[in-house]
C-alpha cells in the first residue's frame, strides 16, 4: 500500500533562517505531488505541484520554493523566512488513475508545523 | 475557475442526531466534487468523492454525501453523528492542470461540534 511521509513535524525557527521540509511517497511511482499551506487553521492554499521529477508548478509568487530531485521526494525550501511563513504544510500525493482520466483525489501526509519567530 | 463554497464556519450537533455539512461548488463541465476530514494537527483525510452515478455516494465512518445538480450543492450527511465526529471538514473540487495533472481547490472549511 502507498504511504507518505512528512518531516520534521514540527520546527520553530528565527526570522531570516533557512527552511527545507521534506516529503517522501512510498509504494507508487511519477505520483503528482502537492505542497499545500493551512494558515490559522482553517483555508488550505495550493502552494506548489509537480507532475514529474524536476517539474514544479508555483500556484501563488512568495517566499518559498519546491524542488523534486527523485520521484518520490518533494522538498520545500525557504532561504530566508518570513513571520508570514508561519503555518501547517502539508504534502499531498494524487490517488488512483493517472493523466486525465483520474478521479483525482489528494492523499496528506500528516503534516509539518512551522512557526517563524 | 472552479470553485467550491462551504457557507457554515462552524455546524452544532446533538449526538445521535442527525447531521449535514453543506458545501456548493461552481464548476463548467462536470463535477468531480469530494470531501476531507480533519482532525487538530493532523493531515486531511478521504472521506468519499462523487465523479459520475448515482447522487447519494457513501464514504468512510457512515458518512454519505448528495450530489445536487439543480441545486450546485454537494452536502455531507450522517444519519447518527458521534462525539468522535468533532473536526473540521472541508469539501473540494477538481481542477485540471498544465502538464496533465489535476489539483485540488478546497472550501474554507466547516467545524462540526457534536455534544452530549
Known amino acids: 500500500s502507498q504511504t507518505i511521509h512528512q518531516w520534521p513535524a514540527t520546527l520553530v525557527q528565527p526570522v531570516g533562517s533557512p527552511l527545507s521540509l521534506e516529503c517522501t511517497v512510498e509504494g507508487t511511482s511519477n505520483p503528482n505531488l502537492y505542497w499545500y499551506r493551512q494558515a490559522a487553521g482553517r483555508g488550505l492554499q495550493l502552494l506548489f505541484y509537480s507532475v514529474g521529477i524536476g517539474q514544479i508548478s508555483s500556484e501563488v509568487p512568495q517566499n518559498l520554493s519546491a524542488s523534486r530531485p527523485q520521484d518520490r521526494q518533494f522538498i520545500l525550501s525557504s532561504k530566508k523566512l518570513l513571520l508570514s511563513d508561519s503555518g501547517f504544510y502539508l504534502c499531498?500525493?494524487?490517488?488512483?488513475?493517472?493523466?486525465?482520466?483520474?478521479?483525482?483525489?489528494?492523499?496528506f501526509g500528516e503534516g509539518s508545523r512551522l512557526t517563524v519567530l | 475557475a472552479q470553485s467550491v463554497a462551504q457557507p457554515e464556519d462552524q455546524v452544532n450537533v446533538a449526538e445521535g442526531n442527525p447531521l449535514t455539512v453543506k458545501c456548493t461548488y461552481s464548476v463548467s463541465g462536470n463535477p468531480y466534487l469530494f470531501w476531507y476530514v480533519q482532525y487538530p494537527n493532523r493531515g486531511l483525510q478521504f472521506l468519499l468523492k462523487y465523479i459520475t452515478g448515482d447522487n447519494l455516494v457513501k464514504g468512510s465512518y457512515g458518512f454519505e454525501a448528495e450530489f445536487n445538480k439543480s441545486q450546485t450543492s454537494f452536502h455531507l450527511k450522517k444519519p447518527s453523528a458521534l462525539v468522535s465526529d468533532s473536526a473540521l471538514y472541508f469539501c473540494a473540487v477538481r481542477e485540471m492542470v498544465t502538464g496533465g495533472g489535476n489539483k485540488l481547490t478546497f472550501g474554507t472549511g466547516t467545524q462540526l461540534k457534536v455534544e452530549l
Open positions: 499531498a500525493w494524487r490517488g488512483e488513475g493517472s493523466g486525465r482520466l483520474g478521479t483525482g483525489e489528494l492523499f
